[in-house]
């Protein structure tokens, strides 16, 4: 899943695709790297982002879809809002990514259900603003496989396919890198409750904690925590790079095969 961000802020590439052009040319390139699925959202989600409205998540997604639209196996939108959902479905998106897996718009879920809809519900305890302010956890393994599993059920209770769901432990969002850590080394549990995991890792601040690298020097963190997250039992994964991801990718299953 290839990152489309068309936002001013996002914490790595904000600013760099704005422009609706500027954001499909980087689709295509994405596309033509080996993404499978473009993930394209108008709304940051950084820890300490500010809220955007729908008219302006609007201005910003809808164009960068529908000149997306085709191109690649799927088009993800990563929103929360009904109303942009709405129109990046009606744009050519397939999937709808939310972040708060369901519960910040009550319409969200209807909708995704009456327009047969593919959905990847996030774990993220608060919110962008909150989320980081001391995240604490029992077990959290057990507290997020608990969580996806309730929201799952929520899910298909509003009658979504459940086939069409799948599900993101949230790295880096509400957690600190022990808790993402552990995460990572758990994936097996949430992969228990049946359904494809997602996994984005991709130039996180939990790596530059961790090496002390810049956002843009994150490279090796990222297909590290990638390919160590397909081995625990991720099915997808979010990846700003692409290419250099795609092969990494490649050369592994080449020589688990062999």
Same mark, same amino acid.
């Given at each position: ?10 914490? !790595? $590439?904000?600013?760099?695709?704005? $422009? ?5 040319? #980087?689709?295509? &390139? ?12 108008? &709304? ?12 302006? &998540?609007?201005?910003?997604? /809808? ?9 690649? /196996?799927?088009? !993800?939108?990563? *929103?929360?809002?009904? *109303? %942009?959902?709405?129109?990046? =479905? ?25 327009? +047969?809809? @593919? %959905? ?15 995240? /604490? ?5 057990? /507290? ?8 799952? &059920? ?6 979504? $396919?459940?086939? +069409? ?24 549990? =949430? ?9 984005? *890792? ?14 843009? #020097? +994150? ?11 397909? @081995? ?27």
């Amino acid at each position: 899943m290839g990152v489309v961000n068309v936002t001013p802020d996002s914490f !790595s $590439d904000g600013g760099m695709y704005l $422009d609706p052009a500027a954001a499909i040319a #980087h689709g295509r &390139e994405l596309a033509g790297d080996g993404a499978a699925i473009l993930d394209v959202g108008g &709304e940051s989600s950084r820890p300490g982002a500010a809220p955007v409205g729908v008219a302006e &998540e609007l201005r910003r997604v /809808e164009p960068v879809v529908a000149g997306l639209a085709g191109i690649t /196996e799927a088009i !993800s939108v990563d *929103t929360s809002k009904a *109303t %942009v959902a709405a129109a990046a =479905l009606d744009a050519g998106a397939s999937i709808v990514n939310d972040v708060t897996a369901l519960r910040g718009d009550p319409e969200m879920a209807a909708l995704v259900a009456d327009r +047969r809809a @593919g %959905v990847v519900l996030m774990h993220m305890a608060g919110d962008p603003r909150t989320m980081q302010v001391n995240p /604490e956890y029992g077990d959290v393994v057990a /507290e997020v496989r608990d969580f996806l599993a309730a929201r799952l &059920e929520a899910a298909v209770a509003a009658g979504i $396919d459940e086939s +069409r769901i799948w599900l993101d432990p949230g790295i880096g969002f509400g957690k600190t890198d022990r808790h993402n850590f552990e995460l990572l080394r758990g994936l097996g549990e =949430l992969a228990t409750l049946g359904r494809p995991i997602l996994v984005g *890792t991709s130039r996180k601040s939990f790596i530059g904690r961790t090496d002390g690298s810049a956002t843009d #020097h +994150r490279l090796g963190g990222t297909i590290a925590t990638s390919i160590l997250a397909v @081995g625990a039992g991720a099915s997808v994964l979010r990846i700003h790079d692409v290419r250099e991801m795609s092969q990494a990718l490649t050369m592994s299953a080449a020589i688990l095969d062999s």
